[in-house]
């Protein structure tokens, strides 16, 4: 599962208009474009936080003369020893941090909602937004199948790829 910054705005805006609808907040009419704000920054921050892991990671790797297998499993090192939630563990993490932005900030008047039931709500919404890039990841290894996954020419086709598909679904990231 992938996070896209194109999917941010919505993301964030359905996932304050379930927890709205289910009465698991309480958010005044004036409040809720600060609530949707405050949700976008969660998710920009994630954005953020896993490019500045894979950046890291590269780095490492390329000091240490590794693939991109070895850039990948530095990543997840990484990421384990600061807490920060890849791949599956990523919508489990990013509702934590909502949950943990909503019971902070001044735009949320009442959470009626216990934590299991909020993350509940939000992930339903952030999977459902998240999983369009499995779609795509499976779209982009049927069109490079005939490259060996690993290689350097499978990577950089891959990425290639990606970056073609996902600007014709408008999930691009730029």
């Known amino acids: 599962m992938r996070l896209y910054a194109s999917r941010v705005s919505a993301i964030s805006e359905e996932v ?9 907040i309480e958010v005044s009419k004036e409040g809720a474009p600060e609530v949707v704000l405050d949700a976008e ?21 390329h000091e240490r003369g590794l ?12 990421a384990k020893q600061r807490g920060f939630g ?19 900030t001044q735009h949320v008047e009442e959470i009626y909602g216990a934590d299991n039931d909020l993350r509940a709500a939000i992930a339903i919404v952030v999977k459902k937004h998240m999983s369009a890039g499995d779609e795509l990841d499976v779209e ?35």
């Open 140 to 174: 982009v290894r049927k069109r490079i199948k005939n490259l060996n996954e690993g290689t350097a020419d499978w990577e950089i086709r891959y990425q290639q790829t990606l970056d073609r598909l996902a600007r014709t679904k408008n999930l691009s990231d730029e």
């Open 41 to 61: 920054s969660v998710l920009k921050e994630y954005l953020r936080s896993d490019r500045a892991l894979t950046e890291e990671a590269k780095d490492v790797a």
């Open 16 to 24: 304050v208009d379930a927890l709205i609808t289910k009465e698991l």
């Open 86 to 104: 890849l791949y599956d563990d990523a919508v489990g993490y990013i509702c934590n941090q909502l949950i943990e932005t909503f019971l902070h």
């Open 67 to 78: 693939d991109y297998g070895g850039h990948q499993k530095i990543k997840r090192k990484l």
